[in-house]
Structure formats: structure tokens, C-alpha cells
């Protein structure tokens, strides 16, 4: 998919700035962790079921609404990645530094490759928009919905994500900032529409947990 020229240029800027500007061993490590799922899939669906059942109300609400989000938004992003067909930067770009997770047994040593020259011109990808980007998006937008704006702590654990898409050459950064405003307002509208859900079935389902949380959303 071609930008427009202008900004295609800035993209690749700040990709190679962000890519190959300050590389370091411990970041390669830390960013390739960050975004393993084969690691940290178990590790939250196994969190998500504990808080589901011993947190408290407002704990259960965020993750009912994060699981929501995740699970409807992420097949849109995928149906969105073969509309755009944006290839990776490390498939079209030369000179990418490719940070990815290590052979099995060795997932915590982090692989590094240089892309090289593409023998043709790529067209076909998955690169728009960033899937780990807009999930961790719905679960930090999920968080500012149940517990209002003052929790900001969560918004920072996005920032790295983010950095990390980019940092590992994964994504250019437009994709980084197009599923950010994506993810935001799909899980806003779904949050609404649980909400409403919750109003209408939660005093037969479920009214003594009703009684203390009648709205899954923040209240002022």
C-alpha cells in the first residue's frame, strides 16, 4: 500500500530512527518479551480467570470488557490487515533490524536479523494495522472506562508496546498510530453496548453483584 509520498518518507524516518537509532541488547530482550504471545497468552487468560472470580467488582468489570474488546476486535484487525495488504518493514525495506523471539528453548534470547534487499517489490502483507497494538489498546481503553481518567499508569504500558512494534520492525510507526485511535473507538462502542446489556440482564443474572455495580462504565 503506498502513502503519500511525503509521508511515507517521514514513516520510514522514524522507523529507521526508532529501529536502528538506539539498539541495545537489553532492549532486544525486554521489547521481544514484551510482545511474545506464546508466553504471555497463558499468563492472562490464566490472570484474567482469577480476577473473574476472586477480584473486586470493578476488577471483574475491566475484564469482562477487555475480553470483549480482544475478542471482537481482534478478527477485525485481521480482516483489516488483508484489506490494507501493507507489507512488513522488514519484508520491503532493506537494512530493518528484525527482533524476534529465539529458536524453542531459547525464546528468551532474543534473534536479531538485517532485512536485505527485496529480490522484487513487495506487495502483500499484514502490516495495518497492529494487532498487539490495538489489544493492548482495548485493555488500556477498558481500564480508563471502568475506572475513569485519573489511572494513567496504563497509558505508558501502551506507550512501550507501541515503541516495541517499531523497535522490532514489525511495524512502521503510522500503524502503531492508526490502531491506537482504532482500537480506542471499537472498544469504547462495545463497552457501551455491554453496558447496556449488563442494564437490562444484570438484575436477573446476577443481582446481588448488580446492586453494588449497576454500570460497568465510571460514574462521575
Not at 10 to 19: E, G, H
Not at 49 to 77: E, H, M, N, S, Y
Not at 163 to 188: A, F, K, Q
Amino acid at each position: 500500500m503506498n502513502l503519500i509520498p511525503q509521508v511515507y518518507s517521514l514513516d520510514l524516518q522514524v522507523l529507521r530512527w526508532i529501529n536502528r537509532g538506539f539498539n541495545h541488547a537489553g532492549l532486544d530482550l525486554f521489547f521481544n518479551l514484551l510482545a511474545d504471545g506464546k508466553l504471555w497468552t497463558p499468563i492472562l487468560l490464566i490472570t484474567a480467570a482469577i480476577l473473574l472470580f476472586k477480584a473486586r467488582d470493578q476488577a471483574k468489570g475491566w475484564v469482562a470488557l477487555t475480553l470483549l474488546g480482544i475478542a471482537i476486535g481482534d478478527p477485525l484487525c485481521n480482516q483489516l490487515k488483508h484489506f490494507f495488504d501493507r507489507p512488513r518493514p522488514y519484508e520491503a525495506v532493506e537494512g530493518v533490524r528484525e527482533v524476534s523471539p529465539g529458536p524453542a528453548g531459547q525464546r528468551w534470547e532474543a534473534a536479531v536479523r538485517i532485512s536485505g534487499l527485496p529480490e522484487e517489490d513487495v506487495q502483500h502483507g499484514r502490516s495495518l494495522p497492529s494487532s498487539h497494538v490495538a489489544n493492548a489498546t482495548a485493555a488500556v481503553m477498558s481500564a480508563r472506562l471502568v475506572w475513569g481518567p485519573t489511572l494513567r499508569w496504563p497509558w505508558i504500558f501502551l506507550a512501550l508496546v507501541a515503541l516495541g512494534r517499531v523497535y522490532t520492525g514489525d511495524h512502521y510507526p503510522t500503524d502503531v498510530l492508526v490502531s491506537i485511535p482504532l482500537s480506542m473507538l471499537y472498544t469504547w462502542l462495545i463497552a457501551l453496548g455491554a453496558n447496556r446489556v449488563w442494564g437490562k440482564v444484570g438484575p436477573r443474572m446476577a443481582p446481588k453483584l448488580f446492586s453494588r455495580m449497576p454500570s460497568l462504565l465510571f460514574q462521575k
